[in-house]
Structure formats: structure tokens, C-alpha cells
């Protein structure tokens, strides 16, 4: 059992179960996702069921079960950006890396996740990797932004 999980559980009174949606958002912040383990220990802690542990976080699509990348690619879906051609970004993202949305790219260097709103609608369409904003953004222009980091990531 990594001891951060257990750190973080520590912090909160042990049956405590209001504390269930504190402790696994800080674990994932802490840790960067939810591992089985997490969920089972969180359960025990908490006096829970790790089916109802799972369930609850389920519930939010902002928990994730997989680590992400070390370039997570976020391509946003709002209608803007929709309309503008992020569908087909995202196609070329599948063609380019191999993943959807949701998963990690076999060698871990990247992961992909569809957003509802980057909230810059003026600039569509957008992508965001690792908090920098590429906007306007064509799929003529993702291979060369992907080999790039690629080659810099070093």
C-alpha cells in the first residue's frame, strides 16, 4: 500500500463516510487517479463497500481510473468548437496516436480527454496539453505538435 493513500485516509475520521468524495478527489490530486487499490483501502477506511467506493466515483466523470500521460491532451467539445471541427481532430488523434478519449497512449506519453467547454469559442477549435492552449487549431497541425514534444520531452 503506497503510504500516500494512506496519509491521506489518516486525515479523516475512519468510518467517516461524509468524507468519501474529499478523500478520493485528494487522493487524485495527490496521486493523479483512483487505482483499485485506492478504492479498496478507501472503502475499508471509510467503512464502505469498495462497490459502492467505485460506484459513487463512477458517478463523477471527473475522477479517472488510469494514470494519465505525461502530456494530457484535453480537445475541447462544446458546440463551438464541435462546429468548428474538433470531431475531426479527434479523429486524426486516433489516427496519430492511437487512443480515444479516455486512454493513454501504450508508451504513456500521452492521454486524451473530451471536454465539455475550454470556454474560448472565439478561438475554435481548441485543444489544451498540459495547460497550454493551442487554438485554431487544424489536423494538419497536430502531427507536428505531437512530434515536437515528442522530441523535446527529454
Not at 483501502?41 to 463523477?60: C, D, E, M, R, W
Request: charged share 20%; glycine share 8%.
Amino acid at each position: 500500500m503506497p503510504s500516500s493513500i494512506e496519509e491521506i485516509c489518516l486525515k479523516y475520521k475512519k468510518g467517516s463516510r461524509e468524507a468519501l468524495l474529499p478523500v478520493l478527489q485528494e487522493i487524485q490530486d495527490n496521486i493523479g487517479y483512483l487505482s483499485e487499490e485506492a478504492i479498496v483501502y478507501v472503502g475499508s477506511h471509510l467503512n464502505l463497500p469498495s462497490s459502492k467506493v467505485y460506484g459513487i466515483a463512477t458517478f463523477y466523470d471527473h475522477f479517472r481510473f488510469v494514470p494519465r500521460g505525461r502530456f494530457h491532451i484535453s480537445v475541447c467539445g462544446g458546440t463551438t468548437c464541435h462546429i468548428e471541427g474538433s470531431m475531426t481532430l479527434l479523429r486524426e488523434i486516433d489516427k496519430l496516436l492511437k487512443i480515444h478519449d479516455g486512454q493513454v497512449t501504450r508508451d504513456g506519453v500521452f492521454s486524451l480527454q473530451v471536454v465539455n467547454c475550454m470556454g474560448a469559442c472565439s478561438k475554435a477549435p481548441v485543444i489544451c496539453i498540459n495547460g497550454e492552449f493551442h487554438t485554431v487549431i487544424s489536423p494538419d497541425d497536430l502531427a507536428l505538435l505531437f512530434n515536437d514534444i515528442r522530441k523535446n520531452q527529454g
